[in-house]
């Protein structure tokens, strides 16, 4: 089997683990670390949890870091509602219609591969001591719609360097849970289950990229990947990978379920790009979910490279040709 060799980042590319603490609302990581993980599990959706306002938010912010956007909010009825998660069926509203059969505590993540200190750990262990931060991000999928969501997470590369990976991790891949019997779709083969995503390090650890277990104030519903996924607002929608149950440090660029299934349609980098057709579609413009009333959609809007984050992230492609390297 041949495989097109994913370029590795420039040694000096990676970014800096925590510059960016200063946060307009945080998260009480101690009181709101157990409800993430005990609530969500089943049935009703979860009570709202408390997000603390800062008095002031700090200085630009949230368009200096990209960890805010004033751009209104998709509704949240419409974000629980209006999904993408093929392991509950391939409709719009068959994950959040889906019975809530996937348990979601106890719930652990098993981490492998090129670091120091491997192992399967609880959720709560994974991120213990985390202070969840709410950012509040465009997320564009690869089908022509976007919207707005304030999620809940951590950066991601807060939770990787406790496992102390090494100078030969080059790429993180994720793995989602399939189990048929909580996840009725993945008896249908859509895709090559688990459904399977990857980053390069430097994209992992970069600040944008979050870990989440939560949004609009509240844990995530399974619908939308509860009880962890990962959020990578500068990509499509598809690597923003949900119910997360392993992590490994690779060499290579680890297989991903879209990209083993169609690779002229979704790359391994899927960074949002205008320039770049799908196959199938234009990416130059998307259909903002941000309607009222009836109306799920607001109107048709530019889409921006790297989805409006391009001053954060792309340094991180210099030298790439991003029309070869989607
Ligand atoms: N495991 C899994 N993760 C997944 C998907 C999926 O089908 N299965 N769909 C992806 C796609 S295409 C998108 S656009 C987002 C949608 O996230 P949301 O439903 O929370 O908006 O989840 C991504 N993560
Ligand atoms: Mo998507």
Redesign the pocket.
């Known amino acids: 089997m041949s495989r097109t060799r994913i370029p590795t980042p420039p040694a000096a590319g990676i970014t800096g683990e925590s510059v960016y603490r200063d946060r307009r609302r945080l998260l009480q990581a101690l009181a709101l670390a157990p409800a993430l993980v005990a609530a969500g599990c089943r049935g009703e959706p979860p009570p709202p949890m408390d997000v603390p306002r800062a008095a002031t938010p700090p200085p630009g912010g949230g368009e200096a870091t990209g960890f805010d956007t004033d751009e209104p909010l998709t509704r949240e009825q419409d ?1 629980t509602s ?6 509950f069926g391939s409709g719009k509203t068959d ?1 959040s219609r889906a019975r809530k059969t996937l348990v979601t505590s106890p719930w652990s993540v098993a981490v492998s591969g090129e670091c120091a200190r491997p192992g399967t750990v609880p959720l709560e262990t994974l991120l213990k001591g985390l202070v969840p931060e709410e950012r509040i991000y465009r ?1 564009r ?3 022509g719609w976007s ?1 707005v ?1 304030p999620w809940l997470g951590v950066p991601l590369g807060q939770v990787l360097k406790r496992f102390e990976p090494g100078a030969d991790a080059k790429f993180v891949a994720f793995t ?1 849970l399939a189990d048929p019997r909580q996840m009725p779709g993945v008896r249908v083969p859509i ?1 090559d289950w ?2 399977r ?1 990857g980053l390069r390090i430097d994209e992992a650890m970069h600040p944008l990229t979050l870990l989440v277990t939560g ?1 609009y104030g509240k844990p995530l519903q399974q ?3 509860a009880p962890l ?2 959020v990578v607002p500068w990509k ?8 997360i149950v392993a992590i490994e440090f690779t060499r290579k660029a680890p297989r991903t379920a ?1 990209n083993d299934m169609q690779p002229r349609e979704y790359g391994f980098f899927a960074n949002v790009n205008p320039a770049v057709d799908h196959p199938r579609w234009s990416q130059a413009t998307e259909r903002r979910i941000a309607g009222d009333g009836n109306r799920l959609f607001a109107d048709r809007i530019p889409t921006r490279p790297f989805n409006g984050y391009a001053d954060q992230v792309a340094g991180l492609y210099r030298g790439m040709d991003l029309a070869r390297w989607y």
């Not at 499509?236 to 119910?243: A, L, P």
């Open positions: 974000a209006y999904n993408n998660f093929y392991e994950p997320m999928c690869v089908e919207m969501i989602s895709l688990p459904y995503e949004m619908q939308n990947g996924r990962l499509y929608g598809f690597k923003g990978i949900k119910s879209w």
